[in-house]
């Protein structure tokens, strides 16, 4: 089954850094979303684009719907020990494909 | 509103054994789906259902079934358990806009173990 391109598979920074993360596909996509999911939970809704070029952002977390429609990324700016998790990028054509995580670990 | 939640939240079962997970939502939601994660592999879907009393496969259906008897809940039954089975099992729920598209948004997870 198709899955998404999405690295790093894991990062492992300092408290302060910024954090890069992206996820590629070779078919279009019409939807891009963001999850994260904590440790013993299930995925929690991040961002979601809708248009390619669209960036948007939600407190810390910005994201963009890539302009070729087949990527999308995610950046967190001044981490905090609270943004570890796993990162998932999800995509639709029509039902959605999920991407195989960023694991990100925040040393204080 | 309690969201998404899925009963039991784990499971040991032996080879051969049957059980059935159980995903509730009260988000007046049409579509539901029901996903499994393994290590290193993201979530993949094994069935869904964009409807009461409908229900179609996923990307790995095999050894699953499920039920959609009520608009709220969705079933995943294992008739006979395997040890590839083993996984967390997760159930999320979606409304569709008028584009189309659907926003997930997911119950916390069961974590089955059959040996």
């Known amino acids: 089954g198709q899955q998404l391109n999405q690295s790093p598979q894991s990062m492992f920074i300092q408290e302060g850094e910024d954090v890069s993360m992206n996820c590629t596909s070779s078919?279009?996509?019409?939807?891009w979303l963001w999850y994260k999911q904590d440790p013993g939970e299930g995925p929690v809704l991040l961002i979601a684009?809708?248009?390619?070029?669209e960036l948007t952002s939600n407190g810390r977390l910005t994201a963009q719907f890539g302009i070729t429609r087949k990527d999308s990324f995610l950046n967190i700016s001044a981490s905090i020990p609270s943004d570890v998790g796993i990162y998932f990028c999800?995509?639709?054509?029509?039902?959605?494909?999920f991407g195989t995580g960023t694991l990100l670990a925040v040393q204080p | 509103n309690a969201g998404v939640t899925q009963t039991p939240k784990f499971r040991v079962l032996k080879t051969g054994q049957s059980m059935t997970l159980l995903c509730a939502q009260d988000?007046?939601?049409?579509?539901m789906y029901w996903y499994r994660q393994d290590p290193g592999m993201g979530l993949r879907l094994i069935h869904y259902?964009?409807?009461?009393?409908?229900?179609a496969k996923g990307e790995v259906p095999d050894g699953y079934n499920v039920s959609r008897l009520k608009k709220q809940n969705f079933l995943l039954g294992l008739e006979s358990a395997a040890p590839s089975q083993t996984s967390v099992y997760f159930c999320?729920?979606?409304?569709?806009?008028?584009?189309?598209?659907?926003?997930?948004?997911f119950g916390p997870g069961t974590r089955l173990t059959v040996l």
């Open positions: 999320a729920s979606s409304t569709i806009r008028e584009w189309g598209y659907n926003e997930q948004f």
């Open positions: 078919s279009i996509f019409n939807t």
């Open positions: 684009l809708y248009k390619a070029g």
């Open positions: 999800a995509g639709q054509p029509d039902k959605l494909i």
């Open positions: 988000m007046n939601h049409e579509y």
């Open positions: 259902s964009v409807g009461e009393g409908t229900t």
